[in-house]
Nanobody, 124 residues
Framework: QVQLVESGGGLVQAGGSLRLSCAAS????????MGWFRQAPGKEREFVAA????????YYVDSLKGRFTISRDNAKNTVYLQMNSLKPEDTAVYYC?????????????????WGQGTQVTVSS
């Protein structure tokens, strides 16, 4: 399995931006589809965005399109989540995940490896 470590979370005011990073190690990063999920207190973990192995395909939950952008740098074994125009409802722990096989990009059960998460808090 690949090991994943997220960073870049923190406290930001509404309307601000953050860029999350997820560094991978252990196996060939470019063989994995990558995804970002988030979990707010008292809620289930939900899909945010995903990216194909090459980076040519990106997928988003409809409600976040236009504000969040996922990207990857296979040379650096890193996937990113650029978050703009943040809102208090974006407050959550954000997790990156790796999918070795295929299946739906949107289904968290398809992902084999998970990071420990990074807290994002958006104040109003």
């Amino acid at each position: 399995q690949v090991q994943l470590v997220e960073s870049g979370g923190g406290l930001v005011q509404a309307g601000g931006s953050l860029r999350l990073s997820c560094a991978a190690s252990g196996r060939t990063f470019s063989l994995y589809r990558m995804g970002w999920f988030r979990q707010a207190p008292g809620k289930e973990r939900e899909f945010v965005a995903a990216i194909s192995r090459s980076g040519s395909g990106t997928y988003y939950v409809d409600s976040l399109k236009g504000r969040f952008t996922i990207s990857r740098d296979n040379a650096k074994n890193t996937v990113y989540l650029q978050m703009n125009s943040l809102k208090p409802e974006d407050t959550a722990v954000y997790y990156c995940a790796a999918n070795w096989q295929s299946g739906s990009y949107y289904d968290l059960k398809q992902y084999d490896s998970w990071g420990q998460g990074t807290q994002v808090t958006v104040s109003s």
